[in-house]
């Protein structure tokens, strides 16, 4: 088993930046890659943003890119989410999510994908 907690979220007005953290403890944290997904009410839960397990390569949604950063420290055994540039449209729960990866330079960008998931964080822009 994986446990994952997210934190970092919160209220933030439009072009503001916020850091996402992901805290993964159970499993060796350097053998799963990862994912951040966010969901906003009535939506579904679409990927922001993908890390392979050794860090090498990524992954961003269109309406990210250039904003957001995905990141990871496997000896910390955390991921991180930085945002920046932050719009109103970029409002949901952000998760964060995991699945082993038998090669070190996979990410994976389907939700059905990821065995692991967080409980959610928070994430507000106010225009």
């Known amino acids: 088993q994986v446990q994952l907690v997210e934190s970092g979220g919160g209220l933030v007005q439009a072009g503001g930046s916020l850091r996402l953290s992901c805290a993964a403890s159970g499993r060796t944290f350097s053998n799963f890659a990862m994912g951040w997904f966010r969901q906003a009410p009535g939506k579904d839960r679409d990927v922001v943003a993908a890390?392979?397990?050794?860090?090498?390569?990524?992954y961003y949604t269109d309406s990210v890119k250039g904003r957001f950063t995905i990141s990871r420290d496997n000896a910390e055994n955390t991921v991180y989410l930085q945002m920046n540039s932050l719009k109103p449209e970029d409002t949901a729960v952000y998760y964060c999510a995991a699945r082993f990866a038998s090669l070190s330079g996979t990410y994976y960008v389907n939700r059905y994908n990821y065995n692991y998931w967080g409980q959610g964080t928070q994430v507000t822009v106010s225009s």
């Open positions: 890390i392979s397990s050794s860090g090498s390569s990524t």
